[in-house]
T-cell receptor
């Protein structure tokens, strides 16, 4: 689904560097999410935002911060990257609306593979 | 606490054989359950949701509240079913999702 895009798609960085991962969507959804995927652990929620002024911590927010610049943009930052933040990062959106119309499906971006050396 | 478990990391079956991907959950209320799939070089996408009671690509899943399970089944596996499958739980409409660790299905020719 090309409506959710992530940049960069791959990034290699060094310990201590600040990294920003960006997510953009053209679906018009209010809700956006950042997950990380690790082998054997599935997807774990880092941060989520229900609208531009509403940002919440997820299961594993330590070491991360986010910015919701607009309805369509949600950025994830690693202030000082460390090797155990090496993972595949996914952005997702969902449309919370009348239950009779929407079933709150999550729409995922293609992922960003981050390697911290 | 909400939790989703998928006991098999890898499941291999031959083409035409039945397949069952197991999913168990822990949640005190009445959750909504989903199966998401990620095919090679494609992004994660919704396969089916229990509330719709639908069959997608020949897959079905029945919510068993007594056993707290939501196993995914298909009577005759196809090679194109090879993918990573994630079971997910949503505690209530509009709440966050909790994903299982995933099962990689490999359908052999």
């Amino acid at each position: 689904d090309a409506d959710v895009t992530q940049t960069p798609r791959n990034r290699i960085t060094k310990t201590g560097k600040r990294i920003m991962l960006e997510c953009s969507q053209t679906k018009g959804h209010d809700r956006m999410y950042w997950y990380r995927q690790d082998p054997g652990l599935g997807l774990r929620l880092i941060y989520y935002s229900f609208d531009v002024k509403d940002i919440n911590k997820g299961e594993i927010s330590d070491g991360y911060s986010v910015s919701r610049q607009a309805q369509a943009k949600f950025s994830l930052s690693l202030e000082s990257a460390i090797p155990n933040q090496t993972a595949l990062y996914f952005c997702a959106t969902s449309d919370y609306s009348d239950r009779a119309v929407s079933t709150d499906t999550q729409y995922f971006g293609p992922g960003t593979r981050l390697t911290v050396l | 606490a909400q939790r989703v478990t998928q006991p098999e990391k890898l499941l291999s079956v031959f083409k035409g054989a039945p397949v069952e991907l197991k999913c168990n959950y822990s949640y005190s209320g009445s959750p909504e359950l989903f199966w998401y799939v990620q095919y090679s070089r494609q992004r994660l996408q919704l396969l089916l949701r229990h509330i719709s009671r639908e069959s997608i690509k020949g897959f079905t899943a029945d919510l068993n509240k007594g056993e707290t399970s939501f196993h995914l089944k298909k009577p005759f596996a196809q090679e194109e079913d090879s993918a990573m499958y994630y079971c997910a739980l949503q505690g209530g409409y509009g709440q966050n999702f909790v994903f299982g660790p995933g099962t990689r299905l490999s359908v052999l020719p």
